[in-house]
């Protein structure tokens, strides 16, 4: 049993056919693992590092601070990637101590705002499809267009995800009620009602044309054929209005999501409703909105606060 290794091109192979054998990985994840874990080997023999230690790994990890302009999140993946690839050398080469077990390196933690849309993108988003409807010349043309209008009502009026959406099913939504079963993330199921009239209007005239698309499931949404619509061709949907409506080009189903969330906080809403309301599984993944919500509010209040022009 050794305290020691010295890393071999054989090693990282291993590693790498492991990864593939008993992990459910992409192509481009595993290449990324390798990348990773053959730019730390490569660093050692450069500097004649033979046997690593936790010594070796805290210089390689100052190196890519220091030397390399990389980001943040970069250097915490290359960490993640090395550390999982020692858990791998402990079990399968007979290495007595992972050196990772000493190490204590400390990453800023990640801080990304979620991305929104304003009041006047999101109207004109939500006009494109009403206009077109206006001008449908013929009744399948009409039918979707109908559809296209209760999704995105539908995905500003409640947040929901994308798959949450595709994998609604007619016994799922109660109008009389208004009441809507969604199953997010994990199978977990959260009951959202439906506050709008304008979100039920919709609702109703996608309902009572649907049975035009000749239904083989029992989802809410169907695509031309008859089939459940996919989470693709709902942002492909997305995609085509977004054009039309000229607002934010990077803009994605998901930023309605993020508005969906921010305007409650910004209107008072707390903290815990709007984690419920989103089927968040932590308050933490709620928090990042408020960020958001506080930044609104001191543009407003640094652009339109009338003591702001007192000369007093």
């Known amino acids: 049993m050794n305290s020691l290794i010295q890393l071999t091109s054989e090693h990282i192979n291993n590693y790498l056919n492991h990864l593939n054998t008993h992990n459910d990985l992409s192509q481009h994840t595993l290449k990324a693992y390798y990348c990773?874990?053959?730019?730390?080997?490569r660093w050692c023999d450069t500097n004649r590092n033979t046997n690593i230690t936790h010594t070796e790994i805290e210089m390689y990890f100052t190196y890519l601070k220091n030397t390399l302009t990389l980001k943040p999140s970069t250097i915490k993946r290359r960490y993640i990637s090395i550390k999982i690839f020692f858990n791998y050398l402990v079990k399968n080469f007979n290495l007595t101590t992972n050196p990772f077990n000493t190490i204590d390196i400390k990453f800023a933690p990640r801080k990304k705002l979620p991305k929104t849309l304003t009041d006047n993108e999101i109207i004109s988003l939500l006009k494109v499809p009403i206009?077109?409807?206006?001008?449908?010349?013929?009744?399948?043309?009409?039918?979707?267009?109908?559809?296209?209008?209760?999704?995105?009502?539908?995905?500003?009026?409640?947040?929901?995800?994308?798959?949450?959406?595709?994998?609604?099913?007619?016994?799922?939504?109660?109008?009389?009620?208004?009441?809507?079963?969604?199953?997010?993330?994990?199978?977990?199921?959260?009951?959202?009602?439906?506050s709008s009239e304008k979100v039920i209007n919709k609702l109703k005239e996608w309902l009572n044309v649907?049975?035009?698309?000749?239904?083989?499931?029992?989802?809410?949404?169907?695509?031309?054929?008859?089939?459940?619509?996919?989470?693709?061709?709902?942002?492909?949907?997305?995609?085509?209005?977004?054009?039309?409506?000229?607002?934010?080009?990077?803009?994605?189903?998901?930023?309605?999501?993020?508005?969906?969330?921010?305007?409650?906080?910004?209107?008072?809403?707390?903290?815990?409703?709007?984690?419920?309301?989103?089927?968040?599984?932590?308050?933490?993944?709620?928090?990042?909105?408020?960020?958001?919500?506080?930044?609104?509010?001191?543009?407003?209040?640094?652009?339109?606060?009338?003591?702001?022009?007192?000369?007093?």
Do not use: W
Request: hydrophobic share 40%; net charge positive; charged share 25%.
């Open 36 to 41: 990773d874990v053959s730019n730390f080997k």
């Open 210 to 312: 649907r049975r035009q698309l000749s239904p083989k499931t029992s989802a809410l949404f169907l695509n031309k054929y008859g089939t459940r619509l996919s989470i693709f061709s709902v942002e492909n949907i997305f995609k085509k209005y977004q054009k039309i409506a000229d607002i934010n080009p990077h803009a994605t189903p998901h930023y309605l999501r993020h508005t969906f969330a921010t305007q409650l906080l910004s209107n008072g809403a707390d903290l815990r409703s709007v984690q419920e309301l989103l089927g968040h599984s932590s308050i933490l993944t709620t928090q990042i909105y408020t960020e958001v919500s506080i930044y609104r509010k001191k543009s407003i209040l640094l652009k339109y606060n009338a003591i702001n022009n007192l000369d007093i």
């Open 131 to 194: 206009r077109e409807l206006d001008e449908c010349k013929s009744s399948f043309k009409v039918v979707l267009c109908k559809r296209n209008i209760a999704i995105l009502y539908l995905l500003y009026s409640t947040g929901m995800r994308i798959g949450e959406l595709s994998s609604l099913d007619i016994e799922h939504i109660n109008l009389d009620t208004q009441i809507l079963l969604i199953s997010g993330k994990g199978n977990k199921e959260r009951i959202m009602f439906l």
